[in-house]
């Protein structure tokens, strides 16, 4: 990694701690791209329901995972952490359940 990062710096001109901190900052530019773009697709009310969703599945997919395997690798793969995850995804559909009347 070190030698990756003193080649993009020289490639740059930048110092390797600022070509650290470019990149770094271009890591959390692109994170808050996600919401944004889930807005223009789906409009700001699933947008919200689809980042609640996978954060709520992911959670339970990789605590599955790490507690039988002890690794968190390829857990959607495992068909009980992804079973748990499918589990965990009906509790923030719930939250967005309209009441009825």
């Known amino acids: 990694m070190k030698e990756r990062l ?9 110092s390797i701690s600022a070509e650290a901190e470019f ?18 697709a789906f409009g700001s009310g699933l ?3 689809v980042l609640a969703l996978g954060e709520h599945m992911k959670d339970a997919g ?3 995972a790490l507690l039988k395997n002890g690794t968190t690798a ?7 952490a992804f079973a748990k995850a ?3 995804g009906h509790a923030p559909l719930d939250s ?6």
């Not at 990149?23 to 223009?40: E, G, I, N, T």
């Not at 390829?74 to 009980?80: F, L, S, V």
């Not at 967005?96 to 009347?101: F, I, V």
């Open 6 to 14: 003193e080649r993009a710096a020289g490639h740059s001109t930048r």
């Open 23 to 40: 990149r770094v900052q271009q890591s959390f530019d692109r994170q808050d791209l996600l919401p944004d773009v889930l807005k223009l």
């Open 47 to 49: 947008a919200g329901m």
């Open 62 to 64: 990789i605590t599955a």
């Open 74 to 80: 390829d857990w959607i793969k495992d068909a009980d």
């Open 86 to 88: 499918v589990a965990a």
């Open 96 to 101: 967005y359940k309209p009441e009825e009347e």
